[in-house]
């Protein structure tokens, strides 16, 4: 074999295992959605992915992508929610039937996210059962001082 070839099945077999590891993520479950950063054009700019759920944050997933980790991370502390309103003409293509796109600002960036019904349900409970600021532990010894 050749150099050229050794180096050619090197690369192949690295992409091979980035495609196999991202498989393994999106099977490990989470919650379809597909999300955009904003702005965008009319239309423009879905992607599709898997949303997870953690204490602190949500983490999503994109479907077409070969990233060893996820792609996005949502941090609730922050996370703001500005609306929510039904897919327009130019989306109902790209977005799941029946959907609702949730506006929402983390930092100075916004972003949409499209959700069914239970999908939307859980990101809803999930953004708003976060204690406030206040009723978080901060370690053993603390005081409110």
């Known amino acids: 074999m050749h150099l050229a070839e050794v180096l050619l099945l090197a690369v192949?077999?690295?992409?091979?295992s980035f495609v196999v590891h991202r498989v393994q993520l999106l099977r490990r479950g989470g919650t379809e959605v597909v999300l955009r950063t904003l702005p965008s054009g009319r239309g423009a700019g879905w992607r599709h992915g898997v949303l997870r759920y953690r204490e602190d944050e949500a983490v999503f997933f994109r479907v077409a992508?070969?990233?060893?980790?996820?792609?996005?991370?949502?941090?609730r502390r922050t996370l703001e929610l500005l609306d929510r309103r039904s897919p327009d003409e130019s989306e109902l293509d790209v977005l799941?039937?029946?959907?609702?796109?949730?506006?929402?600002?983390?930092?100075?960036?916004?972003?949409?996210?499209?959700l069914g019904g239970g999908a939307l349900t859980a990101f809803l409970s999930w953004v708003e059962s976060s204690p406030p600021n206040r009723a978080r532990r901060r370690g053993p010894g603390a005081d409110d001082s």
């Open 12 to 16: 192949a077999s690295l992409a091979a």
């Open 65 to 75: 992508s070969v990233r060893p980790g996820s792609d996005r991370t949502v941090p």
């Open 96 to 114: 799941p039937a029946g959907c609702t796109v949730v506006r929402f600002r983390v930092g100075g960036s916004e972003s949409e996210i499209a």
